[in-house]
């Protein structure tokens, strides 16, 4: 299998990762790319990126790191539609983690995810996310992966 990497987002990729869709009934649980990146282009602590397989866009993700505490979020990723149900949402994500915590230097990722999302819940607790027993303001279910 080929190797997933990240990219930022810039004019070489933006209009294909803008163009990502998600399998039907998947878009109730994650913000659109265009959401995203308006959201990153307002709060500079967001980091988008493009996710590759080999040479090909496979899907988009965003992260970053706020406050005095250095709470450090991935906080979207998505697989384009074609792409999914081929473990590159794993390899993402355990990419995602290694990025995450050399680039801030932290010991926990948090996540969130909408409760009713079965296939990303299965997913971040086989990886090692653990539920907090709390929810986020917008009644989401969190998560932390603590770096050994």
């Known amino acids: 299998m080929g190797k997933v990497y990240f990219k930022d987002i ?32 307002t709060y500079q602590e967001w980091h988008p990126v493009a ?34 149900s081929k473990g590159l949402g794993r390899k993402a994500m355990m990419g995602l983690i290694d990025i995450v915590s050399k680039e801030f230097g932290v010991n926990h990722i948090y996540l969130s995810i909408i409760e009713e999302n079965e296939a990303a819940y299965n997913l971040y607790k086989s ?10 303001p917008n009644g989401e279910l969190l998560f932390k992966y603590t770096i050994l």
């Not at 803008?18 to 990153?40: F, M």
């Open 10 to 41: 810039d004019h070489t990729n933006e209009y294909i990762v803008r163009s990502i869709k998600l399998k039907p009934g998947q878009e109730k649980y994650i913000e659109s790319v265009d959401e995203c990146l308006q959201e990153a282009d």
């Open 51 to 84: 996710i590759y397989y080999e040479a090909n866009i496979i899907g988009f993700a965003m992260y970053g790191s706020f406050g005095t505490n250095k709470d450090t979020w991935i906080d979207r990723i998505m697989i384009d539609e074609k792409y999914q």
């Open 127 to 136: 990886i090692g996310f653990n539920y907090m027993n709390e929810r986020d």
